[in-house]
């Protein structure tokens, strides 16, 4: 048995949006057929594969894309139905849903409420830094529309963790985008830093390692006065972890990754979502189980060469804790001394956690004393 996660692909890279920076449209280069909608037959195939490959006594289901909900109601409606048959007794399902959140509505949101799905919305902060890279295909703004489904998810107490892309557009502004954030009444955020590659180089809406660094310190600065107890950031969280003296739960800050596998539409698995490609896709449920495919040895590799091929500056580094190099998608420059392997925003990681080292030591402290976390300032 394999406790990987795995991210459902089931509408591939269909996408009712056109982001400046998206890394996943371009993949519908590797596959044949324009329908990206998963089958019902290989649909029922993953359900019941995931659940018997799973030892947990709760299996849970991410379903991502491309975006999800073009799919419609029924699609997941038949989710459900299927989870329910396949599910032994004794055993229990969750479902998460990533989502743009464009199509989201009132009945959309009584169906995740009542099946307590959590929800996934991406958000890049107030409209003028949302709306520079996520429009819609016709070119149109999109950040009214998502504003509006966050309220309408916390009208109908569905658990919604935003994620905020950090490009070059939003890096600069620290304060509006968590006075943003803070004002929606967002109680969990997700920073996620963008680098973008094109024709071989980092693409100008990629924030500079030094910008993300000063963003991260500013927003923690003012969380650690403000916003502990009342707002989960989850970068926040990781770097308090090593600290507090527990494992990494996000598989970008543990020593070794590779347990967040993908499933795409047509039942192919692949070893991580920013690296579905041929040289890194694992096999397929049409022919195999899915627990044979996730136990391979090929993935055990991918996810311990994370640290194998840590450069020195890494290894000797004194926060090295905190990061682990970072996700290896980033990890695309070389060192002085010629090794590669070194992540984009190195030094972004690293003025950050020695600048909220401190500040976590304290907090730490204060949650291993029973007080409460309101009660830190």
């Known amino acids: 048995m394999c406790e990987c996660l795995v991210m459902a692909k089931i509408a591939g890279p269909m996408c009712n949006m056109h982001c400046g920076y998206c890394y996943y449209l371009g993949k519908k280069n590797l596959f044949d057929d324009e329908n990206t909608q ?45 989870q329910n048959s396949f599910i032994p007794p004794g055993r229990t399902f969750t479902n998460g849903l990533q989502t743009n959140g464009i199509l989201i509505d009132s009945k959309w949101a009584d169906f995740l409420s009542r099946e307590k799905f959590s929800v996934g919305l991406s958000l890049d902060g107030p409209c003028e830094f949302h709306d520079i890279y996520r429009k819609t295909s016709d070119g149109l703004p999109t950040h009214s529309a998502v504003e509006r489904t966050f309220r309408l998810l916390t009208q109908h107490n569905i658990f919604c963790n935003v994620l905020c892309v950090i490009h070059s557009g939003n890096v600069g502004e620290p304060d509006k985008v968590y006075g943003y954030f803070r004002d929606l009444g967002v109680q969990f955020l997700q920073f996620l830093p963008l680098v973008h590659i094109h024709n071989g180089n980092v693409s100008p809406m990629t924030a500079s390692s030094e910008r993300f660094g000063s963003f991260l310190c500013r927003i923690f600065d003012r969380w650690i ?3 502990v107890g009342v707002m989960v950031i989850q970068q926040f969280d990781e770097a308090l972890r090593p600290v507090y003296g527990i494992d990494h739960a996000l598989c970008i800050n543990r020593d070794r990754c590779g347990d967040v596998a993908v499933i795409e539409h047509d039942g192919s698995i692949y070893m991580c979502d920013h690296f579905v490609d041929q040289e890194h896709k694992l096999g397929s449920i049409v022919h195999q189980k899915l627990g044979n495919i996730l136990s391979d040895d090929a993935r055990i590799r991918f996810g311990s060469s994370k640290h194998d091929l840590l450069p020195e500056k890494c290894r000797s580094c004194n926060v090295l804790a905190f990061c682990n190099g970072g996700c290896p998608k980033d990890r695309i420059l070389s060192t002085q001394n010629g090794e590669s392997g070194l992540n984009y925003f190195c030094d972004a990681y690293k003025s950050f956690y020695v600048h909220s080292k401190p500040g976590f030591e304290k907090l730490a402290a204060h949650i291993k004393s029973g007080k409460k976390l309101r009660s830190f300032s």
């Not at 379903?63 to 409606?77: A, K, S």
């Open 225 to 227: 006065r403000e916003g």
């Open 38 to 82: 998963m089958s019902e037959e290989i649909l029922s195939k993953f359900i019941a594969q995931r659940i018997e490959a799973s030892s947990g006594k709760n299996v849970h289901f991410e379903w991502h894309g491309g975006e999800p909900t073009l799919l419609g109601l029924d699609y997941f409606r038949k989710i459900i139905e299927l």
